[in-house]
C-alpha cells in the first residue's frame, strides 16, 4: 500500500483532491437533460470503479520502504475490526445525504445562496471536528486560513448574486434550511472517515485510506438505494417525479458522463485520505485544503463557462476578490504542519 513519506507528496494529493472535488461536476453539465437523480446512479457506480481503481493500483504497491507502509488493499479489508468498518460506512451515508440535498438546495435557493451556506459550514464543522480529534499542524494559521476562505465563499456568493440580480434574492426558506442540514452533514462525514483508519487500543484493526475509501463508498450506496429512490419519487425541488424509465432511456454518453464524475470525485476522496494518514499532516489540514473545490468550481465558471461574461462590473471586483482570499486561506493552510 502507498503512503506518502514526504509533505511535498502529500501536498500534491491534497490539490489534486481540489481539483477532482471541483470538477467532477461538469460532467453533469455534459449530460444536459438529464435529471440529477438519475445522474446519481451512474455518479455511484463510478465511485466502485474510482475505488477499485486505486485500492488494486497504488492500495496494492509492494514499493520499497520509501513510500510503502500498510497491507494491500484487499487484505487491508479481510482484517479491518467492525468498529471500523461502521465508521467508514456511516462516513458514506452521511456523504450520500449531505451531497443529496446540497444539490437540492442549489436548485431549491440558487447556487449563491445553497453553495456557501452549505460549503462554508461544512468547511467549519469539518475543520474544527477534525482538528480536534487529530489535533495536528500549527492552530492559528490553520483556523486563519480557515476563515480566509469562508470570507472568499462569501464573496464567491455575492459575485452570484450580483449577477443574478432581484431573482437571488428570493430564497425560500426551505431552500436555507436544506443548505444548513446539508453543510451540518457535509461538515460531519469526515470525522467518521478518521475515526475509521484509528487503531483500536491494542493498536490494531485499523484499515489503511485505500480500504477506508471503498468502505466509504459502499456506505454510499446502501443510503443512495432508498434515499435517492425516494427522492425520484418526491423530489425536493417542486420539479416532476422521475422514473428508472428515464434512466435506461438516457443516451449512452450521459451514463459516461456519470461514471466518470464518480470516477473523478473518488480519486479526490481517496487521495485526500491518503494524506490525511501522513504525520505531519492530519485530517483538519487535508479537509480544509479540499473543500478549496469551491475556486476551483468557481474557475470554471467564469473561465470555461463563461457564466459571468454579461455580468456586472461589481460581480467581477468580488471574484477577483474570491480568488485572493482563496489562495491566501489556502496557502495559510497548507503552511499550518510546517510551523
Known sequence: MYQPESYSIALTFMFITMLCW????????????????????????GLFVGALLW??????????????????????????????IVYA?????????????????????????????????????GAVSSYV????????????????????????AAAYRAREGAAARKASARGIILSLVAGLLMGTFYPFVSKAMA????GQGAPGPYAISFLFVCGVALCALPFNYFLMRKPLDGKPPVTMAGYASAQPSWHLWGILGGVIWCTGATLNFVASRTAIVGPAVSYSIGQGATMVSAAWGVFIWREFASAPKNAKTLLVAMFVLFVLGLTCVALAPLY
Open 22 to 45: 471541483g470538477s467532477w461536476a461538469n460532467t453533469m453539465k455534459l449530460a444536459p437533460g438529464y435529471r440529477f437523480q438519475l445522474f446519481y446512479w451512474d455518479y455511484v457506480i
Open 133 to 156: 480529534l487529530a489535533p495536528k499542524g500549527n492552530p492559528l494559521m490553520l483556523f486563519a486560513g480557515v476563515a480566509l476562505v469562508v470570507a472568499a465563499i462569501i464573496c464567491d
Open 89 to 125: 460506512l456511516l462516513g458514506g451515508i452521511i456523504f450520500n445525504i449531505a451531497n443529496l440535498l446540497l444539490v437540492a438546495a442549489i436548485d431549491v435557493a440558487g447556487l449563491a445562496v445553497a453553495f456557501p451556506i452549505g460549503i462554508g459550514l461544512a468547511l467549519v464543522v
Open 55 to 84: 485500492g488494486l493500483t497504488l492500495g496494492s504497491s509492494s514499493m520499497g520502504s520509501n513510500g510503502a507502509a500498510g497491507l494491500p488493499f484487499l487484505t487491508d479489508l479481510t482484517q479491518a475490526h467492525s468498529q471500523n
Open 199 to 202: 487503531p483500536d487500543a491494542s
